[in-house]
């Protein structure tokens, strides 16, 4: 049997791993969101504790959900920079690829708020895990801006994807201006995460049975924090602040995601982690 | 005094200046969020900064209806009449 026969059956079976990462995920979350999940809240004195500890039991999911991919050869990954997801009350942007980013993000950010999609407020099992964890639902306009707002004010960190859905593959990255709105609204340090997925794996578009011909490969990067005093310096209007960050971090983004692709085809390249040390602003 | 051609002059100056439009491109007809690329929290230091001009109180309410630059001009016009009759 040549390669290429090898090659056919590793991708069959990737395939199948990952039809049933899926269900394991649909079933398995639906299980732990009527039993785990209301069980913490029930044991716990009030809304913060519960937030707490559902928040780790998350965490934890998240992690054993990539542990099980990763086991049945469905992906591999490399993180770099995770210590300073740490900080409280960072806003953390990334861009998003892929249906699993918020998976990996979720189990790589200690204590954090998450902006996700508002129709899992209508999901009779999942409604409540996502109400009791803080999250929040990815509204549109003043609403969305001060519940992001004022989750960063209690000292929480939170993730939001700018994009607002994945990528659209073979286009420029586009950003929606929120993210920057909850910047200047907030206050908060930007912490920019930049999420590589390569050969490209569960995009928008796709379907979950289009696995790649080699094994995806990720690679996470948390970059430098952006203080406030570092965005918009001299100029006059709010308006032109946001668009000003948001230009930056699309910019921010596209270069960093060449750079790491460059670094793969050709691991002489470094200028991957350097790029991640040069501070955009 | 308020002319409704002097209303479209402060108009275009504000939306000019705060979200650095091309002159050229604020027309009567354009639409705000689709030709102008002006989002919901951007309306909203739009609707600051006309408050400043006309000194009259601006309810978001009354910009809910706004699509095009036009729009917000006779929006604008409404309110400086309400205040005249007042």
């Given at each position: 049997?040549?390669?290429?026969?090898?090659g056919m059956?590793?991708?069959?079976?990737?395939?199948?791993?990952?039809?049933?990462?899926?269900?394991?995920?649909?079933?398995?979350?639906?299980?732990?969101?009527?039993?785990?999940?209301?069980f913490?809240?029930?044991?716990?004195?009030?809304?913060?504790?519960?937030?707490?500890?559902?928040?780790?039991?998350?965490?934890?999911?998240?992690?054993?959900?990539?542990?099980?991919?990763?086991?049945?050869?469905?992906?591999?990954?490399?993180?770099?920079g995770?210590?300073?997801?740490?900080?409280?009350?960072?806003?953390?942007?990334?861009?998003?690829?892929?249906?699993?980013?918020?998976?990996?993000?979720?189990w790589l950010?200690?204590?954090?708020?998450?902006?996700?999609?508002?129709?899992?407020?209508?999901?009779?099992?999942?409604?409540?895990?996502?109400?009791?964890?803080?999250?929040?639902?990815?509204?549109?306009?003043?609403?969305?801006?001060?519940?992001?707002?004022?989750?960063?004010?209690?000292?929480?960190?939170?993730?939001?994807?700018?994009?607002?859905?994945?990528?659209v593959?073979?286009?420029?990255?586009?950003?929606?201006?929120?993210?920057?709105?909850?910047?200047?609204?907030?206050?908060?340090?930007?912490?920019?995460?930049?999420?590589?997925?390569?050969?490209?794996f569960?995009?928008?578009?796709?379907?979950?049975?289009?696995?790649?011909?080699?094994?995806?490969?990720?690679?996470?990067?948390?970059?430098?924090?952006?203080?406030?005093?570092?965005?918009?310096?001299?100029?006059?209007?709010?308006?032109?602040?946001?668009?000003?960050?948001?230009?930056?971090?699309?910019?921010?983004?596209?270069?960093?995601?060449?750079?790491?692709?460059?670094?793969?085809?050709?691991?002489?390249?470094?200028?991957?982690?350097?790029?991640?040390?040069?501070?955009?602003? | 005094?308020?002319?409704?051609?002097?209303?479209?002059?402060?108009?275009?100056?504000?939306?000019?200046?705060?979200?650095?439009?091309?002159?050229?491109?604020?027309v009567?007809?354009?639409?705000?969020?689709?030709?102008?690329?002006?989002?919901?929290?951007?309306a909203?230091?739009?609707?600051?900064?006309?408050?400043?001009?006309?000194?009259?109180?601006?309810?978001?309410?009354?910009?809910?209806?706004?699509?095009?630059?036009?729009?917000?001009?006779?929006?604008?016009?409404?309110?400086?009449?309400?205040?005249?009759?007042?």
């Amino acid at each position: 049997m040549g390669t290429h026969w090898r090659g056919m059956l590793d991708r069959g079976s990737r395939r199948f791993g990952t039809g049933l990462s899926f269900v394991v995920f649909g079933v398995g979350g639906t299980l732990l969101s009527v039993t785990l999940f209301p069980f913490l809240r029930l044991i716990s004195p009030n809304g913060a504790v519960a937030q707490r500890r559902i928040g780790a039991a998350m965490r934890r999911v998240m992690g054993l959900f990539i542990w099980f991919m990763k086991s049945l050869g469905l992906l591999t990954y490399e993180l770099h920079g995770l210590e300073r997801l740490a900080r409280s009350g960072q806003l953390i942007v990334a861009n998003h690829p892929t249906l699993i980013d918020v998976v990996f993000m979720v189990w790589l950010t200690p204590e954090a708020g998450c902006v996700v999609k508002r129709a899992l407020w209508r999901n009779p099992a999942l409604r409540w895990p996502v109400i009791w964890a803080g999250y929040i639902p990815n509204t549109e306009g003043v609403q969305l801006v001060q519940d992001c707002s004022r989750v960063l004010e209690s000292g929480r960190s939170l993730l939001v994807f700018p994009e607002g859905t994945r990528t659209v593959p073979g286009q420029p990255l586009a950003l929606k201006r929120g993210a920057a709105q909850v910047a200047l609204a907030s206050g908060a340090d930007v912490l920019p995460v930049t999420i590589v997925c390569d050969p490209p794996f569960l995009t928008k578009g796709s379907h979950w049975y289009q696995v790649p011909p080699r094994r995806p490969h990720f690679t996470i990067t948390v970059g430098q924090p952006i203080p406030r005093e570092r965005y918009g310096a001299g100029v006059q209007s709010h308006p032109l602040v946001a668009r000003e960050l948001t230009a930056h971090l699309a910019t921010y983004f596209t270069r960093n995601i060449d750079a790491v692709l460059n670094e793969r085809r050709d691991p002489a390249h470094e200028s991957a982690r350097d790029s991640v040390r040069t501070p955009i602003m | 005094m308020h002319s409704e051609q002097e209303i479209y002059g402060q108009v275009r100056r504000v939306l000019a200046e705060l979200f650095e439009l091309p002159p050229e491109k604020i027309v009567p007809t354009a639409n705000l969020y689709t030709d102008l690329d002006i989002d919901s929290l951007d309306a909203i230091d739009l609707i600051l900064e006309l408050k400043q001009i006309t000194g009259r109180k601006v309810q978001p309410e009354q910009f809910r209806h706004v699509r095009t630059v036009g729009d917000v001009v006779a929006a604008v016009c409404e309110l400086m009449r309400d205040e005249t009759a007042a």
